[in-house]
């Protein structure tokens, strides 16, 4: 399991750092012709293919009965589930931010009908904990679907996503759990560091070294955290496939085989 989990997170912050080299060259590309237009296009469809795969794996590679590499031919088969997680995660940051933005609007209705029905002239905690809540509907739950429709979707294409069990998988509180504590860790971790730098750092060449420095450090922390995310929702992937192979009237009328342990996490 270390040996595994030691290759997965090479193969996250190996990942991860192409996915930021093509980034960085679609900011570079300028957009004044058809020919970069176009340059621009294939970067971007190269970057939804790579994040499928990088993803597709850390997500599949749990399953101990499967060699990393054997996954890829599984995954670039299926590589274009990636749109769909997308387009999941999307409506999540769509309504949430649509909810964020109604609250705001009517924060001031909102204290007075509480000052006007209870009594209660101080509401800011019920702003904060609003707040909290919509957070945690797009970057626990909203993050878990689109994460188990992607494995879904590579694991077993339209028959594993249309079967909905991984709905109820990453729904789960154990899931939720996870999710929201890897999140949270990088939110008040990594993120809050980066700008950090001691003040009695001397203006010379220390500076960028030790930037340069604290940045790879914290690009492991966060591909660590995210590598929890992604154990969280393939185990229970795994486990969703799992149910949806013994749903099947043919498995049923096979009873169990002596294979089945095999395709267990």
Same mark, same amino acid.
């Not at 702003?127 to 694991?155: D, E, Q």
């Given at each position: ?14 990942? +991860? ?88 609007? +009517? ?14 002239? =101080?509401?800011?905690?019920? +702003? *904060? ?6 957070? $945690?509907? =797009? $970057? ?23 079967? $909905? ?53 914290? $690009? ?30 043919? =498995? ?10 095999? *395709?267990?996490?």
């Amino acid at each position: 399991m270390i040996r595994r989990s030691m290759a997965i997170l090479a193969w996250l912050i190996g990942g +991860h750092a192409i996915l930021g080299g093509l980034y960085w060259a679609l900011l570079q590309t300028p957009e004044s012709n058809v020919f970069t237009l176009a340059v621009s296009a294939l970067l971007v469809i190269g970057m939804l293919l790579w994040v499928s795969i990088v993803e597709g794996v850390g997500l599949l590679a749990w399953r101990r009965a499967r060699p990393m590499r054997g996954l890829l031919a599984d995954i670039l088969r299926r590589v274009w589930w990636v749109v769909p997680a997308l387009l999941v995660f999307g409506a999540v940051w769509w309504a949430t931010g649509a909810l964020f933005a109604y609250f705001a609007a +009517h924060a001031g209705e909102i204290d007075a009908w509480f000052i006007a029905n209870a009594g209660w002239v =101080r509401t800011a905690w019920l +702003h *904060t904990t609003i707040g909290w809540v919509l957070y $945690f509907v =797009r $970057f626990a739950m909203g993050l878990s679907l689109a994460l188990a429709l992607l494995a879904a979707g590579l694991r077993g294409g339209a028959s594993g996503a249309a079967s $909905f069990v991984w709905v109820r998988r990453a729904l789960s509180w154990r899931t939720l759990v996870t999710v929201s504590a890897a999140m949270f860790a990088i939110w008040a971790g990594p993120w809050q560091l980066a700008y950090w730098r001691p003040a009695s750092l001397p203006s010379t060449w220390a500076q960028p070294a030790f930037a340069g420095a604290k940045l790879c450090v914290l $690009f492991v922390v966060m591909n660590a955290l995210w590598m929890v995310v992604l154990w969280a929702v393939g185990q229970e992937a795994s486990r969703s496939a799992a149910e949806a192979v013994e749903a099947t009237p043919e =498995r049923a009328a096979r009873g169990p085989q002596p294979s089945d342990e095999a *395709t267990q996490p």
